[in-house]
Structure formats: structure tokens, C-alpha cells
């Protein structure tokens, strides 16, 4: 991307724990002098844990500005995959950041996607009860979602008893089951580095765009989605400008979401979970390895924003068995999601009987039901704790190609 893109500062309100949030063309740069005022107050060095996907440039960009600011650079590379995220990488993260004499001052600092922010932001959150994170988003997703908010954590891999069948005796990857809030100092949402991103991971963040504007009328962000119906066309040819105002609007509409409710506190009927939308079906297909968007085994498993896409159309069906929700909100989503080269269909779903038990294990399951988001009207959900089962498995047959 070329300068003259858009940029902006936005503030996540959050009191003592709030931070700002910088987005546009060579925001990276900010990032030394945000450290310089650490190295002030007693940091020496940088835990930087890169996404071996991210352009060599940027990480060299980034190495530099922390040696400029005065700290010893410690890089931990990772190669995301759902799998990588577990214990096990955890527990080697924590290996090295302690064998290196990190202080409680000194940085972590996340430059990847969603699985590396995750992961290190559990680091962080954990390591000597909580060092300070920066999170440096390099995909589409982790900008205008992950990476605000302070979701920290890692998948845990089940077996025996609890094991729900994989179809292929592999472990069952129980998602971010465990983890913490950890909010970050700052982010950094660089979109130069979105040039490195090939077209399946730019479709999958616009499926969490797509996902922002299906809740923003109700949650005081009413202009998002008509915004990118007006610049559809700007959006899916990756227009620099556009996409960096993309990126601002959403990380506008998520950084006042998480203002207004940091924890999801599962006693209000809004807040963050609203955020779940299409998550809940999602996880329950996004696990299943031989899942692809087009039927072709070379793409699979599915991509985290594919199964966001899927869940989100399985939710809008399951919603008009539910509650009645007019069709013109789903059929309004499929067509959105099908200009953005995104599923509305998947072929080889095992049985309803499997895919509602697979949601039961997603963590956003309530001891004896299934809280699913629906959609309650156009850019309006709603948290639903009682789905009845037609309404799932309604929901799942809308999908199943
Ligand atoms: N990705 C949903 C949330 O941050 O709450």
C-alpha cells in the first residue's frame, strides 16, 4: 500500500487499563517512541513473538525501532496454525521468555495474527503475573478483531471420555478454552503489511467486518453496514484508502463494544457477546479437518473466517425458525458474504446430532444449553440462551452443500 492512506488514533475507554489504538500506513513507526518511554521506566529488553508468515521487511522495521529505543531483542517465531496453538507452544514461549531475565517492566510484544497475539497475549498475561503486551496485527483479522480487547489464550486438545469424534481419530481442539482478559498497552494496526496477505486470509477478515456490521445498528454504530455495501467494490479490490477507513470503522465499532463491557459479562443480554455472532456454528465446523469453502480437499481445513461466514448464515436461518426474523436479513448476508468470495455453503457437514454436540463443547455454552447469537433484524442480534434444537439444526441444514 501507498502513503496518503487514512490514519487515525482511537482510545479503548477502560479507565486505568485503557490504551489507544493507532491504524493506517506506517503506523509501525509509532511503536519507538512508545518504547523509549518504557526503556525509561526500567525496561531493557523486547519479547517479540512473530508470525513466521509476517514480510521480513516488517519485522526488520520493528527490531530496529526497539534497538533505537534502547532494548535487547528476543525474537519467538511461530507458525500459526490452530494446532500450534496449545499448551505445548505455550509452555516453550514461557521456556524462552524466562530464560532470557525478563522483568515485569519489559515488553511482550505480538506482531502476527490472531493465534500469535492469542498466545502471546497469555504469555504476557501470565509470565510473573502480567508484563505489558503490544499487539502489532498483521492480518485483516487480528486488526479489526483479535487484537483489541484483550482476549488472551491458547485451544486444549481433549481426548477419551470427552472426546467428540473428529472423523479422522484425531484430538478434538477445544478452542480458547482457556485463557485470560489481558488488556494490551497499545495496538498497532500497520495496514501496509495487509500487501503480504493473500486473497483467502483478506476474505476471511472482511467475514469479521461483515460479522461488526450485522450487530451495529444495535450497538450505536448504525452507518457500518450500508458504509460497506456503498464501497463493496472498493473493499473486495483491497483499495489502500478503503481499506485502511475499513479498518478504522471496525476497530471504532469493537473498541466501544469492549469499552462498554470488557469482561462479556454473561449476565447482561448484549455487551461482547453480541461479538459471538456466527461463532457459535462456526466453532462447531471450523475443527472438522476435511472441511473445505469449495468442496476442493486441497483447501481444507476450513479458514477461521470461513466458519464465521458459514456460522453467521446458519445463524440467520436458525433465527427465522426461532424467533421469526424476517429471510431478507440472511439472504442480504449471503449476498454480501458471496461478492466477498466467501462460503454460504459446505459440503461433507457430519449429522445434525454431531454438530449441535460440537457446539456444546464450544465455550460459549451455558451448563444445560446452548446460547447462540441471532440476528433480531437488519444490523440488530441478540444474545438467545434457549435455542431450541430446530432451530440448530434448521440452521445447519442451511449450510449443508
Ligand atoms: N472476538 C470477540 C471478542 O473479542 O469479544
Known amino acids: 500500500m501507498s502513503g496518503g492512506v487514512h490514519e487515525g488514533r482511537l482510545r479503548v475507554e477502560l479507565g486505568e487499563r485503557g490504551y489507544d489504538i493507532v491504524v493506517g500506513s506506517g503506523a509501525l513507526g509509532g511503536i519507538e517512541s512508545s518504547l523509549q518511554e518504557m526503556h525509561q521506566v526500567g525496561a531493557r529488553r523486547a519479547f517479540v513473538v512473530v508470525d513466521t508468515g ?6 526488520d522495521q520493528l527490531v530496529a525501532d526497539a534497538k533505537s529505543a534502547g532494548l535487547q531483542v528476543i525474537i519467538a ?20 521468555i524466562a530464560s532470557t531475565g525478563h522483568s515485569r517492566v519489559d ?3 505480538a506482531l502476527g495474527g490472531g493465534i500469535v497475539g492469542d498466545l502471546a497475549g497469555f504469555v504476557a498475561a501470565s509470565y510473573r503475573r502480567g508484563v505489558p503486551v503490544i499487539q502489532c496485527p498483521t492480518t485483516l483479522l487480528s486488526m479489526v478483531d483479535a487484537s483489541v480487547g484483550g482476549k488472551t489464550g491458547f485451544n486444549l486438545e481433549v481426548s477419551g471420555e470427552s472426546q467428540v469424534p473428529n472423523g479422522d481419530g484425531s484430538m478434538k481442539l477445544l478452542k480458547n478454552l482457556v485463557g485470560a482478559f489481558w488488556q494490551p498497552s497499545l495496538v498497532i494496526a500497520d495496514v501496509d503489511v495487509l500487501d503480504s496477505l493473500d486473497d483467502r486470509q483478506r476474505r476471511s477478515g472482511l467475514a469479521e467486518c461483515i460479522k461488526h456490521g450485522m450487530i451495529s445498528v444495535g450497538v450505536g454504530h448504525d452507518g ?21 477507513e475499513l479498518v478504522e470503522r471496525n476497530v471504532s465499532l469493537k473498541a466501544s463494544v469492549v469499552a462498554q463491557d470488557e469482561r462479556e ?20 465446523i471450523e475443527t472438522i479437518g476435511h472441511l473445505s469453502p469449495t468442496a476442493d480437499p486441497s483447501l481444507a481445513p476450513l479458514h477461521h473466517g470461513e466458519a464465521v461466514a458459514l456460522g453467521m448464515v446458519a445463524a440467520c436461518r436458525g433465527a427465522q425458525v426461532y424467533g421469526g426474523v424476517d429471510s431478507s436479513v440472511g439472504d442480504e448476508l449471503c449476498t454480501l458474504l458471496q461478492r466477498v468470495g466467501l462460503p454460504v455453503g459446505v459440503e461433507g457437514l ?5 454438530l449441535v454436540e460440537r457446539m456444546s463443547h464450544d465455550k460459549k455454552a451455558t451448563a444445560d444449553s446452548i446460547r447462540v447469537i441471532f440476528p433480531t433484524g437488519r444490523g440488530r442480534c441478540a444474545v438467545v440462551d434457549d ?8 440452521g445447519f441444514d442451511a449450510i449443508r452443500g
Open 350 to 354: 457430519p449429522a445434525n446430532e454431531e
Open 77 to 96: 517465531p511461530i507458525t500459526p496454525t490452530e494446532s500450534v496453538k496449545t499448551i505445548a507452544t505455550y509452555q516453550e514461549l514461557l521456556t524462552t
Open 54 to 59: 509476517v514480510p521480513e521487511w516488517f519485522v
Open 224 to 244: 457500518l453496514l450500508d458504509w460497506m455495501i456503498k464501497h463493496l467494490d472498493s473493499i473486495v479490490a483491497f483499495d489502500s484508502a478503503i481499506i485502511a
Open 387 to 394: 435455542a431450541p434444537m430446530e432451530s440448530l439444526e434448521a
Open 265 to 284: 459479562d454473561t449476565s447482561k443480554q448484549g455487551g461482547r457477546m453480541l461479538l459471538n455472532f456466527g461463532h457459535t456454528f462456526g466453532h462447531a
Open 107 to 109: 515488553p511482550v510484544i
